[in-house]
């Protein structure tokens, strides 16, 4: 167990529609990372945020967006969602906002879009 | 841009024997390598990692060699396991830049 919590870990629902994937980081960690891992595929850095701030941004849609809360957690949004947007998506924390900090990866949460 | 390249993309070893994933990097400024294993509905775990200060490090049955000049690092099992089956990803971030790159995985598959 990593420590990083993120709900929920299953996700269905329709074209169109939007959704909010929440992470809780681990005690202590001020960096929050949002990762996509399509079907058999690596894991594509979408965006990272430290205490608060936006602090990266990778290959995260116009259509995705996300924001860190006082209390650390993190929440991805998805909206006008496409069947391509179907993956695990895996939240991380790091104790400070260093690129060569360990990462420690939550449990995922599965987006099926039919 | 940088890039991270893992091979081979699957590797099939008998219990007992080695296995031997490899990387390489693009960005020479590169100075942090984590290896992650993630099995089978499950997140990725971090399972060794290496900094730039050192050539080799091992912790059991896992090790991690670092090759600078040639840019390469390589993860090394011994005496496998069937439950050290899974994927493998290694990853390369530097001081300074703003984000961690992942390879593509290793799928490792350890027949008993």
């Known amino acids: 167990d990593s420590g990083v919590t993120q709900t929920p870990k299953h996700l269905i629902t329709a074209t169109g529609q939007r959704v909010t994937l929440r992470c809780s980081p681990r005690?202590?960690?001020?960096?929050v990372y949002w990762y996509q891992q399509s079907l058999d595929q690596g894991l594509q850095f979408l965006i990272q945020?430290?205490?608060?701030?936006?602090?990266a941004k990778g290959n995260i849609l116009e259509r995705f967006s996300a924001q860190q809360f006082p209390d650390l957690h993190s929440e991805l949004n998805l909206s006008s969602l496409e069947l391509g947007d179907s993956a695990l998506y895996f939240c991380?924390?790091?104790?400070?906002?260093?690129?060569?900090?360990?990462?420690?990866f939550g449990p995922g949460t599965r987006l099926t879009v039919l | 841009g940088e890039n991270v390249e893992q091979h081979p993309s699957t590797l099939s070893v008998q219990e007992g024997d080695s296995a031997v994933i490899k990387c390489t990097y693009s960005?020479?400024?590169?100075?942090?390598f984590p290896w992650y294993k993630q099995e089978l509905g499950k997140g990725p775990q971090l399972i060794i990692d290496?900094?730039?200060?050192?050539g080799e490090k091992k912790d059991q049955r896992i090790a991690v060699t670092l090759n600078k000049t040639a840019k390469h690092f390589s993860l090394h099992i011994t005496e496998t396991q069937p439950e050290d089956s899974a994927v493998y990803f290694c990853?390369?971030?530097?001081?300074?830049?703003?984000?961690?790159?992942f390879g593509a995985g290793t799928r490792l598959f350890v027949k008993a």
């Open positions: 991380a924390s790091s104790r400070t906002s260093a690129s060569t900090d360990t990462q420690y």
């Open positions: 005690s202590g960690d001020l960096s």
């Open positions: 945020y430290y205490n608060g701030e936006e602090r």
């Open positions: 960005d020479s400024a590169s100075n942090y």
């Open positions: 290496i900094r730039s200060n050192v």
């Open positions: 990853a390369a971030s530097s001081t300074g830049g703003f984000k961690t790159i």
